[in-house]
């Protein structure tokens, strides 16, 4: 299935104007999900820029050339999505997607918000116990009854650098850690374009259930095209960590998102 309509509105060409880009790309123009340091992410980012027949051009101080404001963008996208899909898919269960909502309002985690009293009313206690309990997804999503029991999480990345996939392991360990109930399904949706990234999201302990690609079959086609070949013998290409995290199904269609949740 081809990417979300909306995504083309996400994506720009930004100006950078340097040697590796005007070799990688053909001009001073980097996809704006690229990485402009490295020629195999840009040659990926740019067949999908292509693919979507994306030809608008943005300066690179604008803000759809920065990572807060397509971060933002992209949970806005993905929530009305989802608030849309989930109810007219499945309308039996009355569903609640929510941006930013703090887990202690839902079921599963509850008890963190008698914790924190508890923390704030003993200062000792902070130091044994930390306070690090509170967690505001990107987007939640429940079930609108008694008690709101939290059905998914749903983390979203623009782009993948080490700290940012780090984060979200660090708040899925920690709803995973905090939960008293049934866990909820804990998902990444992003547009990074190059698979050594993305593997370091869907390798692992198994604290993230799956990663969704919003242009699967796009970066897909591009990295057969372009990530073939191992910079480094005694490492994989690109392509086969592709085939990794695909066969696997821990690297899936941003598109299958909507249809997991209804069957979960």
Wanted: glycine share 4%.
């Amino acid at each position: 299935m081809a990417a979300p309509d909306w995504l083309g509105e996400l994506l720009a060409w930004k100006k950078a104007d340097n040697k590796k880009v005007v070799a990688a790309c053909g001009g001073p123009w980097a996809p704006n999900i690229s990485d402009v340091d490295n020629m195999t992410s840009m040659r990926i980012a740019k067949s999908v820029l292509d693919a979507l027949g994306v030809t608008r051009k943005v300066s690179a101080n604008s803000a759809d050339a920065k990572e807060e404001s397509r971060g933002a963008a992209l949970e806005n996208a993905v929530t009305a999505e989802l608030a849309h899909k989930l109810p007219s898919l499945d309308p039996a269960r009355p569903w609640a997607v929510k941006r930013g909502e703090d887990v202690r309002t839902f079921e599963q985690y509850q008890h963190l918000a008698e914790l924190r009293e508890l923390l704030s009313e003993v200062p000792s206690l902070r130091v044994t116990l930390g306070t690090d309990y509170q967690i505001a997804p990107d987007i939640t999503v429940a079930l609108d009854v008694p008690g709101r029991p939290l059905h998914a999480v749903v983390s979203c990345k623009w782009t993948l650098r080490s700290d940012r996939a780090q984060n979200v392991r660090h708040e899925f360990n920690l709803l995973v850690r905090s939960r008293r109930g049934r866990t909820p399904h804990l998902v990444a949706v992003t547009a990074e374009p190059l698979p050594s990234r993305l593997a370091s999201l869907t390798r692992g302990t198994g604290e993230i259930d799956a990663v969704y690609h919003l242009a699967f079959e796009e970066t897909r086609e591009a990295v057969e095209t372009y990530g073939a070949t191992r910079s480094k013998k005694s490492e994989p290409s690109q392509l086969e960590l592709w085939q990794e995290m695909t066969e696997q199904n821990r690297l899936k269609d941003y598109n299958d998102l909507v249809y997991d949740l209804i069957r979960i």
